[in-house]
């Protein structure tokens, strides 16, 4: 038997005896089909993984060598594990025996291998799928609890100020209902005075309405998480039904109503003698009825215990505080004003300042600001009433040395009131600080007793007398003829001003109705009138004689005849504007 034909009895042999083996036999048809169910078997294990098949196929035709060297490169993989030492105990080492080891063992590798890449294939999609089941875990219980939230309210959700967290609008409505069996109310009043108003004075009950059920459906369910990070407060209309006749005379009853009524005074801007400072409020007592009304309905129809006056603002509070921005700012707005100081020179000073304006500021209750102009107008005319000079009762000493009274006439110190009412209007406005003299419609001489200085003419109607002073010395006399006694033509007293002088004048008389013709017409070398009323000074060539009584029979229409040598000299001497004084 040859070398072949042993090896082939062998193999037979070896199949027999160990049916976990699977022979391999060369030339025969028999041993080619068992080799081929070998490999499907293996393709069918791979479960589709040609790559694998196709390598196999490729190692079958290796030589043994190159087998030998893949068996190494699998086994560096393994980071050292000889698996292939494990697999192959209990199979002899030599070929040379039993032919078909190595293939066996180089199959069974090969198996190993595609099991193990086919198991990293898989170990690469297992994050995604535990993720994607927590995730739809997640949303499980988030709907879950959203289907909660459906009939239930939000936590953190205050109901007209009461926590009804995860409550349903039952559980509302039933805490509402309880509140009404014995229901008081209490009211805290000022001076610790308390009263109480019980649901059964006022036949209080509670009646079911909507405004729950509608608060509940008004929550998104799917948008419950955001409660977590915010609060949610629900006013709702809570239907009560009481008796309010009965309500109204509890109210009229409470202490705070019945005692006396003083009434809050705001604070207001205050003149402190300096400067204008917020004055502060005054509480009082009265009841705001319309406030105090409302509040007990509002906290009876919620259920609440007790009221505090005081707090909700239920006496009558006033309209301004010592912290109103307004009050301040009207303040402000006053001293402003007080800022200017006005000094007029007069006979002594007279000072418009802070004392004097605070009392022309006033303010609305609106703390609106007003700067009274008529108050300053009236202010200027008691001025010019006390340093006007004209028409007021002044005294005079003759240069003989006769003191008299004298009084009426145009002359003297007469202030513009209304241009100088503008300018002090305007200096306050702007704060200025000045001195000045007040705007006049007519100046006098000197603002001492006598305003007509030490230089003017003088007429004695007693003594028919008249001078001439210049700078308090005579500087010309003479006797005159002055006006007939009678009401109609007499020379009227007081203190007057030469209005202008003119040579050659033709004095005219009043107009005769009957004739349509002046009464008098006389012409006069010199005229000098000191009224517009047409009395004057003048030459009068017709009067026999000057002084004495020759004026009760002869007296002019009402002026002072001068001799006209004496009329010439006084001409030349004065000018318009010299002061004349006439008494008796």
Known sequence: MSNKEEFETGMHQDKTETSDEISVTEGTAEESENYDEEISDFEDDESGHDDEIEYIEEDMVYPDEEDAESDMEYEDEDDGTSESEDYDEGIPESDDEYPETGMMKKKRRRRRRGARRKEKKNYGKKPWIIAGSIVAGLLVIYLGISAFFISHFYVNTTINGKDFSGKTAADVEEYLRQQVDGYELTILELDNATDVIRGSDIHLEYKENSDVEDALKAQNPLLWVKAFFSRTSTDVTIDVEYDQTALDEKIQSLQAVVREQTEPVSAYPKFDGNSFVVEPEVYGTAVNMETLTSKIEEYITEFKSE???????????????????????????????????????????????????????????????????????EWMREFGSTYDTVGTTRSITTPGGKTVEVSGGTYGWSIDEETETQNLI??????????????????????????????????????????????????????????????????????????YTERNATLKG????????????????????FTWQGHGFHDANWQSSFGGSRYQTNGSHGCVNMPVDQAGNLFSMISAGTPVVIHY
């Open 426 to 499: 305007n200096s306050i406005k702007n704060g200025e600080v000045v001195t000045r003299e007040p705007a006049y419609a007519q100046t006098a001489a000197s603002h001492s007793a006598q305003d007509w200085g030490t230089t003017y003419i003088e007429v004695d109607l007693s003594a028919q007398h008249m001078w001439y002073i210049v700078d308090g010395s005579v500087a010309l006399e003479t006797d005159v003829v002055t006006g007939l006694p009678t009401a109609d033509r007499q020379t009227p007293a007081g203190v007057y001003y030469i209005l």
């Open 510 to 529: 009043e107009t005769n109705p009957e004739t349509g013709k002046p009464i008098y017409e006389t012409p006069v070398s010199y005229w000098m009138p």
């Open 307 to 377: 009221l505090d006056m005081e707090a909700e603002e239920c006496y009558k509070i006033p309209q301004y505080t010592s912290e109103s921005p307004e009050v301040q700012a009207a303040c402000d707005t006053m001293n402003q004003y007080c800022q200017a100081s006005v000094t007029y020179t007069m006979t002594e000073n007279v000072v418009v300042d802070k004392t004097v304006i605070s009392t022309w500021l006033s303010y609305d209750e609106n703390m609106q600001v007003t700067f009274n102009e008529d108050a300053v107008r």
